[in-house]
């Protein structure tokens, strides 16, 4: 779905079609503008956080001045695999953002569809790639991205992954940027291979597979229900003097995801978005976090000091996995020369990596029904200002749709 030249937001010009979820912060609305686009052929998403409201975080207006800024920074130095920044405006009562919609909703409610609830090794492949590729422009840029999880991952309606919520990222001075750089431009990438068939669809492989080759596929018939991951606020931790690039001292993150130096508030840097990326490749594979326990205290406690447990052989990605969920951060897979150590694993063998944006089938292709526009729905709408004042009447704020009801959500004071 295509987007026009970017609209200008005015809340009186804009209409709400449906709420695509609530968040930390707030709620995500899908939206059209109907002086522009009266029948809502180029919707929005349009992230809303209330100023004023009783439940809203300290800091909730903060973080959303710090998310739109890191936007306009990718307005300025784009990537296929990262969002931008359509447009913005403020009241009294509420700061608002639009980026582009993703129809194909995100990473875990895809992993549900699946018949065994989990992907297989060809279909993980294309997505790490992709996420690596999103993960190391952001790096590149300076900015440690920190909430790396199957909802913070959307699919385009082209069916290419975009990242999405940086109100928890932030920028760090890389102990050398320019050597990263320098270093991915010396990879080579390995010709091509045997087709292997990637999509459900065979009639959608051709281009695949000129990006994705040596591919085998592996079934994990296992059935677990994702539960609800608790997000962990800021919170400052003791102050350590780092000789090797700047680190952050701050306590962030989603409790299944923090990395075990985050835990022991021994500062982090960029670093901690391999280890999250190497819980989000073992829940793609088995369809569970591998460190989740009965409570905050047992998860921290199995980041710290369990080891993952893979299922079967020994394969290639089980040694990724094991790499990136190194817990000693300094031998970590990508600490030396960030995503350049991890797309030389032979995990990544023949993936040509400049043609990932040129996949016109990928694994997954969001359907028209997904997108749910009916001329009900456009014609209807809803009021952004009288839904606020009805979600205050409710006991307890709307849990995101990509989020099932078991699991947990305490604070920080608990651990």
């Known amino acids: 779905m295509a987007t026009p030249s970017s609209p200008e937001l005015n809340l009186h010009n804009l209409k709400a079609i449906k709420v695509l979820g609530n968040g930390a912060m707030g709620t995500v609305f899908l939206v059209y ?27 909730a207006d903060r973080r959303a001045r710090w998310e739109m800024s890191v936007l306009e920074k990718l307005n300025q130095n784009p990537h296929p695999f990262l969002p931008s920044l359509i447009g913005c405006f403020e009241t009294e009562e509420m700061i608002a953002w639009a980026i582009p919609f993703c129809p194909g909703g995100d990473l875990n409610v895809l992993r549900y569809n699946q018949m065994d609830r989990v992907f297989s090794s060809s279909v993980i492949r ?5 996420i690596v590729c999103a993960l190391e422009h952001l790096h590149n840029m300076g900015i440690v991205y920190r909430d790396l999880k199957p909802e913070n991952i959307l699919i385009q309606h082209s069916g290419h992954v975009t990242l999405t919520d940086f109100d928890l990222s932030r920028t760090l001075a890389p102990k050398s940027l320019q050597s990263l750089i320098l270093s991915c431009d010396e990879i080579e990438f390995q010709p091509e291979m045997t087709k292997h068939n990637v999509n459900p669809n065979p009639k959608q492989n051709e281009k695949l597979t000129r990006v994705l080759t040596g591919i085998t596929r592996e079934k994990h018939h296992v059935k677990l229900k994702k539960a609800k991951s608790a997000r962990v606020s800021p919170m400052t931790r003791r102050n350590i003097s780092f000789s090797k690039g700047e680190r952050s001292n701050s306590f962030v993150g989603t409790e299944e995801y923090i990395a075990p130096e985050v835990v022991r508030g021994n500062g982090h840097d960029f670093v901690i978005d391999w280890w999250a990326l190497g819980v989000l490749s073992y829940e793609m594979l088995y369809g569970s976090t591998p460190f989740r326990g009965k409570n905050r205290k047992e998860t921290f406690g199995r980041i710290l000091m369990m080891q993952p447990k893979f299922n079967g052989k020994p394969t290639e990605l089980t040694d990724l996995i094991g790499k990136l969920l190194e817990k000693d951060p300094t031998l970590r897979l990508g600490c030396n020369r960030g995503a350049c150590e991890i797309k030389e694993h032979p995990f990544f063998s023949g993936v040509r990596w400049d043609l990932l944006t040129e996949v016109l089938r990928p694994p997954f292709l969001p359907s028209k029904d997904d997108v749910g526009l009916t001329v009900d729905t456009v014609g209807n709408g809803i009021n952004i200002t009288d839904y606020f004042l009805k979600l205050r009447e409710l006991p307890s704020p709307l849990d995101s749709p990509s989020r099932d009801e078991c699991g947990y959500n305490v604070s920080l004071t608990e651990f």
Do not use: I, Q, R, W
């Not at 002086?35 to 349009?46: K, M, N």
């Not at 294309?126 to 992709?130: G, R, S, V």
């Open 33 to 59: 503008n109907h002086l522009t686009d009266p029948t809502a052929l180029f919707p929005f998403a349009l992230k809303v956080v209330e100023k004023s409201c009783p439940n809203a975080k300290p800091d």
């Open 126 to 130: 294309f997505y790490l790639a992709e």
